[in-house]
């Protein structure tokens, strides 16, 4: 399944599909949640609120 599938079955409320860009995305979340060196944990759960925001509300 190419990106846009993925994204799309996301989009429309297919979990796995959601969990699938989640985990593709992780090390970039993860990445952006460092700060000084330490991962901030709430950080990173926010990020992941506005990964799945964005999903829903991208616009085919």
């Not at 297919?14 to 950080?43: F, H, N, V, W």
């Amino acid at each position: 399944m190419n990106f846009k599938e993925l994204l799309l079955q996301a989009k429309f409320g297919d979990r796995t599909a959601t969990t699938e860009l989640l985990m593709l995305y992780q090390p970039l979340l993860l990445k952006e949640s460092i700060i000084d060196g330490i991962l901030d944990e709430d950080l990173y759960q926010e990020l992941c609120i506005v990964f799945m925001r964005c999903i829903d509300r991208f616009d085919p």
